[in-house]
């Protein structure tokens, strides 16, 4: 399957699919939606500590699109902080580094190790299990 050329490329998951504020009732039509690139590039930039041209590199898009994704992903963290929305981690046009999975029932990702196909989650046995591929 050839992957179409602006796609991201993804390292890691994220964990989980979003963030509440605590103490308040949250409206869900007030969410910030964060994409998939957008909290990749926030884990590489703010997390790992990587330049912006290291990032870029392993996400393989260029530079300048690096640093408008970055801006962009500050620009709702910022927002859904001061305004106490929701954030949703969705969407984004990505492509992993490896085939990952997702459990259905403990919601953790893994990766295919060996040839062999997975059948169960190694958390928690479940046979309920997605294989995560393109955009999520
Ligand atoms: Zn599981």
Redesign the pocket.
């Known amino acids: 399957m050839a992957r179409p050329r602006n796609n991201s490329k993804i390292q890691i998951p994220p964990r989980v699919k979003g963030f509440n504020p605590q103490g308040y009732y949250a409206n869900p039509s007030e969410e910030v939606k964060l994409n998939i690139e957008e909290f990749e590039v926030i884990r590489l930039l703010d997390y790992e500590n990587l330049s912006q041209l290291e990032a870029s590199k392993i996400m393989e898009i260029s530079r300048p699109s690096l640093t408008r994704i970055y801006d962009r992903a500050r620009k709702k963290i910022a927002q859904a902080l001061i305004e106490a929305s929701p954030i949703r981690i969705e969407g984004g046009k990505i492509v992993y580094d490896e085939t990952w999975y997702e459990?259905l029932?403990?919601r953790?990702h893994f990766n295919k190790t060996g040839d062999n196909d997975v059948k169960r989650?190694p958390?928690?046995?479940?046979v309920e299990i997605l294989k995560v591929e393109g955009e999520l």
């Open positions: 459990c029932n403990c953790s989650c958390l928690c046995s479940s």
